[in-house]
């Protein structure tokens, strides 16, 4: 099956920095989410984004389909942005939504 | 809008008892899936319904498990009997277009099995 993988596993940031979170995949995909899952374990949708490139406020994804990687970017970050990102891929024919998920990003953001 | 709806949010529960998850989903959506997250497994699809219709259930660990969805606004996932090894958050999660579409997950239902 296809192989979903983010790095870093962890991450510590100062408020107010900027980070990169990457997402590789092992085959072609027809669907790419990004999620944060909250200390309260909400996974909550930031990016449909299976290609180009989304803005939302301070965060921002970019998905290279033909490359095999998606990148999530974090300005300014807050405290509030705590918590896992999780990168989740759509593959195979049919109509499926079967999200495979990575093993997530754990962010911290200290004040 | 409603967003998709779990219950119970927490169940605490002992070693051999029947538990049900419920999960209603965005109305309108077609396709409902079932997820559990531990911290060994990381987050696993279980079982996926199109149109109430089972698709794929491969993810389902045993035949303690099982899922049904009796229309379109409703389906449940039955542990029985449950053991402690059961214990996880179970995600439900609709999306209304399958291949293309996007997914909205429910809060959850943490069951600690005891």
């Known amino acids: 099956g296809i192989q979903v993988e983010q790095s870093p596993p962890d991450l510590i940031l100062q408020e107010g920095a900027n980070s990169t979170l990457r997402c590789n995949f092992s085959?072609?995909?027809?669907?790419l989410q990004w999620f944060h899952q909250n200390p309260w374990g909400q996974l909550i949708n930031l990016f449909y984004?299976?290609?180009g490139t989304k803005q939302n406020g301070r965060l921002s994804a970019t998905t290279v389909a033909t490359e095999r990687y998606s990148l999530l970017y974090i300005s300014s970050s807050q405290t509030t942005d705590s918590g896992v990102y999780f990168c989740?891929?759509?593959?195979?024919?049919?109509?499926?939504?079967?999200?495979?998920f990575g093993q997530g990003t754990t962010l911290q953001v200290k004040p | 809008d409603a967003g998709v709806i779990q219950s119970p949010r927490h169940e605490v529960t002992e070693m051999g008892q029947e538990v049900t998850l419920r999960c209603k989903p965005i109305?309108?959506?077609?396709?409902l899936f079932w997820y559990r997250q531990t911290m060994m497994r990381g987050l696993e699809l279980l079982i996926y319904?199109?149109?109430?219709?089972?698709?794929?259930d491969s993810g389902m660990p045993e035949d303690r498990f099982s899922a049904k969805m009796p229309n379109a606004s409703f389906s449940t996932l039955k542990i029985q009997p449950s053991e402690p090894r059961d214990s996880a958050v179970y995600f439900c999660?609709?999306?209304?277009?399958?291949?293309?579409?996007?997914?909205?997950f429910g809060e959850g239902s943490r069951l600690t099995v005891l």
């Open positions: 999660a609709s999306s209304l277009e399958g291949r293309r579409g996007e997914l909205f």
């Open positions: 085959d072609s995909v027809n669907n």
């Open positions: 984004i299976p290609s």
């Open positions: 989740a891929v759509v593959h195979g024919s049919g109509n499926t939504g079967k999200l495979i």
């Open positions: 109305s309108g959506h077609d396709y």
């Open positions: 319904f199109n149109n109430n219709v089972p698709i794929d």
